[in-house]
């Protein structure tokens, strides 16, 4: 296992890489507004950009994980963001490419050549997405002492946090100074430079990013032989538990996708609450945002805390303990009318326990998992978790 300080390096440029897809998943629903004034496209057409973008994510993501337990992945992680950065260029320079695309008509709808190549550049961004999970937890394993694993995976989630946050304030700003395609070219850029730093800094031979039944290690007799052969193992030490963890993930994929969804709304439409302090107005909007901000933001603190309960205690507890706490905070939402404190309070508990599961949820996971199947078990687990959230 690796020395204490090149544990933590790797932790971090893991967790500044699941940030970072996370940001990128993010960029174009701040760019909505510009987007249907420039480009006269109407938001139906646009939500389609966007399925694209869910579609090369979610199928692209067991693929992904067959080739991450199979071959190196500093070969797969930092091309992927830089697959990613390269849509967005793309899709920038879609007005000038389209030119030398035809247009056509579907059910009576008229798509243009600028069109189909935003289609086509959010489809690969999304392939590239599609790369984070399945090599990034393994990477961890390899890396990480069982001792540091649910710390790692804390930083790990709570980047991720971070990534959604970062998008809409940064996006938010360069709007006012630039202009959609200047934005999203300088962010595609960005993206090449540092997916061409993460592959250098994955390179240096401390990090072990090789799958763990490489040829190399098999050869060496690291590993003994033969393969995990899933149908033939006993099925209440993988398939059983995975099929829970499935179910797990598609009940909590749809209590996330509508807290996302509606909490703004809710705070809106039932409540109506503002502040004016000392100068400072804030009307119902902006003060459900003010909290639903806040409730992301001890999302992000919460899952931190999270890794170390991980390494201390058993790992089920933990993720039933913070289950608990979304289920009653949930129903505190449902069933009661709060003043703002309390409201604050509760929201800032379904934030917690919704998001702060998470490192329990994907140590557990990991310990289910073979080492030579992780990636395409996490593989097999977002695909599924990613149609869900399309559908529900």
């Known amino acids: 296992m690796k020395h204490h300080r090149t544990e933590w390096a790797l932790v ?25 004034v420039a480009l006269q496209l109407p938001l139906w057409q646009l939500g389609l950009l966007m399925s694209a973008y869910a579609l090369g994510s979610g199928f692209g993501q067991t693929p992904m994980g067959i080739l991450s337990d199979k071959y190196d992945r500093r070969y797969l992680l930092p091309p992927g963001l830089a697959l990613t950065a390269s849509g967005y260029i793309i899709f920038a320079l879609a007005p000038i490419l389209g030119r030398a695309l035809p247009s056509f008509t579907l059910a009576g709808h008229e798509f243009s050549g600028s069109f189909v190549s935003m289609g086509c550049a ?6 590239g997405d599609s ?6 937890y393994p990477l961890i394993s390899a890396n990480v002492s069982r001792a540091n694993k649910g710390k790692a995976l804390g930083i790990w989630s709570s980047a991720a946090k971070l990534g959604d946050a970062a998008a809409p304030a940064l996006v938010g700003t360069l709007i006012i100074v630039a ?62 538990p995975m099929l829970v963890v499935l179910l797990f993930f598609a009940t909590r994929m749809i209590a996330t996708k509508g807290v996302n969804t ?15 302090y000392r100068g400072l107005n804030l009307g119902p909007e902006s003060f459900a945002n003010f909290y639903f901000s806040a409730l992301l933001f001890v999302a992000a603190i919460v899952q931190l805390v999270a890794g170390s309960l991980v390494d201390r205690y058993d790992h089920r507890k933990v993720l039933i303990g913070f289950l608990l706490i979304t289920t009653v905070a949930l129903a505190m939402l449902s069933y009661l009318t709060l003043s703002p404190l309390p409201l604050l309070f509760t929201l800032l508990a379904v934030g917690g326990g919704l998001w702060g599961l998470n490192p329990a949820r994907d140590a557990l996971i990991s310990d289910i998992a073979p080492p030579e199947w992780e990636g395409r078990t996490f593989g097999y687990l977002w695909t599924v978790a990613q149609i869900i959230g399309s559908l529900s």
């Open 12 to 36: 971090l440029v893991l967790g500044a890489s699941h940030s970072a897809q996370h940001f990128y998943s993010r960029v174009i629903p701040p760019l909505i507004p510009l987007l249907t």
């Open 122 to 127: 959010m489809l690969i961004s999304g392939l």
């Open 131 to 136: 790369t984070i999970h399945p090599t990034g």
């Open 179 to 240: 202009t959609w395609d200047q934005i999203l070219l300088v962010l595609g850029i960005l993206g090449l430079v540092y997916a061409a730093i993460l592959f250098t800094v994955l390179s240096h031979d401390e990090f072990d990013t090789l799958p763990f039944r490489h040829a190399s290690k098999v050869k060496d007799e690291m590993v003994p032989e033969p393969g995990f052969d899933m149908w033939k193992a006993d099925r209440r030490t993988f398939i059983y």
């Open 262 to 276: 509606f909490v703004p709304v809710f705070i809106t439409e039932v409540y109506g609450y503002s502040l004016n």
